[in-house]
């Protein structure tokens, strides 16, 4: 499973290569391998090497540390979604479990930034779910009424306030909610590289082959080296799949985005100098979009059910086609040639909008499937399945495994015909929101 993705991350960009990259070249044994160095991996590995001082940790990745879909979304620390079918009165409670993890995810990334003294740009600036259409008000009110009723401050906004704010009268209603936070991705990821412990050892461009257990040992292939280790964790998230770990749990989407370069101090007066602001949308395929500190716009509003591992330049430069048409549409003043960098990433996601996290054996882990909440999430199921094991328990493994559980997918191809049809009437409905 070779990793191919590009190198043109708006995020990464902004941030000095890093050096002494090492990879695996010799045969080696650990007490823990974890398999992954995104948020989950990387936390992981942080929290063993602080309560297993004198085990050898080693964690890998296929590709450069951080810089998979950990750098490459749009930097929301979330503490509510709105998407998540809370109709009935069990899913009402399904969803109190969900925020009650958000909530959590949120604790352990601040308690990490505070204790390093992390600079990701953190900005508690809240967030806005918006629609270009007036007729979903009606759903933005539901919300808020749930919103209201679990004592989540939030406010609806029309379009002049929206206007005021944002600096785009594109949005006609909106529901402002206070607890949302704002982040540069690729800082908090580069930060956590930094934080690993002495008795952890990170390889990268190193990939997993194949892997089974043996005598109560697991024997991993990894490029052309073997490794023997007594505890092997799973952390990679969208690849889970791949490597043969919770089939049919869970499944990857691929999205792009973009970001312009810096708005002159001409061109940020033309909108109205807005404050830093992250728009959701209301309709699940509609633009994700950006304001950033340093004036930069981005936006996300392709999604394709596509292999992991693989988006070429090609399918980048078909997505910036409808990146440019989503910023003309919101800021008409703005050149057509202002965006600077384009990308992919993927999402994980399961059936039923729940999580991975669990012991599979007495010696296998997994954790993973945030559903696009995977800053605080992730980091939080890195910490706690590092606690797990280490065969430890805690209060916030009790929050965990009392959500409900992923479902169980149907097979190919009608996995992936399920998934594209869904895909389809989404963007339908979607369209106007791109």
Known sequence: MKIVNDSNCGWLKQLPKRKNINVIKEDLKCDYLIIGAGFTGLSAARQL????????????????????????????????????????????????????????????????????????????????????????????????????????????????????????????VALYTYGGILINPAKLARSMISALPQNVNIYENSTLIKWSKQNKKIHARINKHNLITDKIIFCSNGFLNLLGVKK????????????????????????????????????????????????????????????PNFMDNNDLTKNLKYHKIGLKKRFSSLPEDIIENTWSGVVCRSGNGSQIFEKLDENIYVAGCYNGSGIGVGTLFGEQIAL???????????????????????????????????????????????
């Not at 001082?53 to 490459?72: F, H, P, T, V, Y």
């Not at 900005?123 to 008000?137: H, L, P, R, V, W």
């Not at 109205?272 to 309709?283: A, F, H, M």
């Open 49 to 172: 090497g602080e309560i297993q001082k004198n085990k050898k940790i080693i964690i890998i990745d296929a590709q450069l540390a951080g810089e998979g879909a950990s750098s490459r979304n749009s930097g929301y620390l979330v503490d509510t979604t709105l998407n998540d079918g809370f109709t009935s009165n069990k899913k009402h409670q399904d969803y109190l479990k969900k925020i009650k993890i958000y909530k959590q995810g949120i604790n352990s990334v601040k308690k990490f930034i505070n204790e390093y003294q992390v600079d990701c740009d953190w900005n508690e600036c809240g967030k806005y779910f918006a629609s270009s259409k007036i007729e979903d008000e009606i759903k933005v009110k539901e919300f808020s009424k749930l919103l209201s009723k679990i004592n989540y401050k939030n406010k609806i906004l029309y379009q002049n306030d929206l206007k005021k704010r944002l600096g785009t009268e594109f949005y006609k």
């Open 248 to 307: 049919r749990y869970s499944f990857p989407l691929t999205l792009t985005a973009s970001m312009t370069r810096q708005l002159t101090e001409k061109e940020f007066e033309s909108i109205g100098q807005p404050k830093e602001w992250g728009i959701l949308p209301v309709r699940p395929m509609g633009a994700t979009v950006r304001m950033t500190k340093d004036r930069r716009i981005l936006i996300r509003n392709t999604v394709e059910n596509k292999k």
């Open 388 to 434: 797990m094991a280490s065969n430890q328990q805690s209060d916030i493994i009790q929050v965990i495994e009392d959500r409900k559980k992923p479902n169980w997918l149907p097979p190919q191809p009608f996995l992936n015909i399920g998934i594209n049809s869904r895909l389809f009437y989404e963007r339908l409905k979607a369209n106007s929101e791109i």
